[in-house]
């Protein structure tokens, strides 16, 4: 082991996932920057190992011990960059908090992330599922971030073309990109700015509030009024948000469940496909609320599922393959885990 690394063995992991899953680590270490990941990578027998790189935990489940080496992404600092086209360029380093580092472009009049206030997780994280929520995308604000490459040693730059963002998905999740650590991102923000109030909800509760001429300061705090109400906040019950991505299915096959089922929810997408929403097929399945042993799925919101104490990642599992049968069965419909398995 290299000396200048401080590595940790057999390190558990249990406050290091939201869904609070028992795992332990064979090797860990908290990465501050590239150097510490040149050092590691220089070193034949780490280099070697199976690699995870770690964030807030929040979209992972553990389903057992982690044999290789945890590399836990802590890097701290974000700053202004200064204006370009209009925009201004903010970075933050990939350990940064992402609620702390949205408050803090809010607080300074930026608006652009307002709607992605409350998730979970690190700054470093957003870019690789695209990270998404009340009708904005990582990808919408997104300039470009930095990347250590653990297969040639470089430091990359991408741009958001680069990233391939997708729904829930980037380059990152692809097998040329696995190789990929995020070191920090950079966000095009504004301060000449409209809200984005596609997600009727959201509308709702803006016009509720009676807010005609909104702030992005203001337009976050419903963000954030609305998760409160909705989610499971991870430090009170186990979770990993949304367990499941919204099926997209073709606009044929969408019509003929309407046909069946009337009240299918469903969104129209810009190419002709259709979106149906996985918690409202869940539901009629008739799984809110229910559990398998110690793990449930949440009573207020279907597409959560949650750890009812002590769950084994092998018992979300479980629950999740039963709802996914079912699903199947009944809409002939596949749904795709949100969360990496790890
Ligand atoms: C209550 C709750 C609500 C949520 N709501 C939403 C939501 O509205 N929208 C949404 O999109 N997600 C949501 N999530 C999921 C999750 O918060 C996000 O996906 C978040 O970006 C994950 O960040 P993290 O730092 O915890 O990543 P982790 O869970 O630690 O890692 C997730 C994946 O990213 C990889 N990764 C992490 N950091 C890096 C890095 N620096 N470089 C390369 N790879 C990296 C990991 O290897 C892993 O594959 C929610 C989760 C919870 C618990």
Redesign the pocket.
């Known amino acids: 082991m290299p000396a200048n690394l401080p590595i940790l063995h057999d390190h558990p992991l249990d406050s290091l996932n939201?869904f609070r899953i028992p795992a332990r680590a064979r090797h860990y270490l908290r990465v501050d920057g590239a150097e510490q990941l040149a050092i590691l990578r220089a070193d034949p027998v780490l280099a070697a190992l199976p690699r995870?790189?770690?964030?807030?935990?929040?979209?992972?489940l553990f389903t057992g011990d982690f044999d290789g080496v945890v590399l836990h992404?802590a890097g701290q600092g974000k700053e202004v960059l200064g204006e370009r086209d209009g925009k201004v360029l903010v970075r933050a380093q990939?350990g940064e908090n992402?609620h702390a580092f949205v408050q803090w472009t809010l607080s300074q009049g930026l608006g652009g992330l307002e709607n992605l206030s409350l998730?979970?997780?690190?700054v470093?994280?957003?870019p690789?599922?695209n990270?998404?929520?009340y009708g904005t995308e990582t990808k919408d604000v997104f300039d470009s971030l930095t990347?250590f490459d653990m297969a040639t040693g470089d430091v990359r730059t991408l741009d958001a073309a680069a990233c391939r963002f997708g729904y829930?998905d980037s380059i990152?999740k692809q097998p040329e990109g696995r190789d990929?650590?995020?070191l920090d991102v950079t966000f095009a923000l504004t301060a000449a700015w409209t809200p984005n109030l596609r997600y009727a909800e959201l509308a709702k509760a803006v016009e509720e509030a009676g807010l005609s001429a909104p702030t992005p300061q203001e337009i976050g705090a419903i963000v954030e009024a609305i998760r409160r109400r909705k989610?499971?906040d991870?430090a009170e019950i186990g979770?990993?948000?949304?367990f499941f991505k919204n099926p997209v299915v073709p606009q044929e096959q969408c019509a003929r469940l309407l046909v069946e089922f009337p009240n299918l929810v469903h969104h129209a997408q810009a190419d002709g496909s259709e979106k149906l929403a996985a918690g409202w097929l869940i539901d009629q399945c008739g799984w809110k609320g229910k559990s398998l042993g110690r793990a449930g799925v949440y009573p207020k919101q279907a597409l959560v599922l949650v750890n009812l104490g002590g769950a084994l990642g092998s018992e979300v599992v479980a629950l999740a393959r039963a709802i996914q049968a079912d699903v199947k069965a009944r809409y002939g419909v596949e749904l795709e885990p949100e969360p990496?398995f790890i």
């Open positions: 939201t995870l790189v770690l964030g807030g935990g929040s979209n992972l992404m990939a992402w998730i979970p997780g690190t470093g994280a957003a690789i599922q990270v998404g929520a990347a829930r990152f990929l650590v995020v989610l499971p991870p979770n990993a948000g949304s990496v």
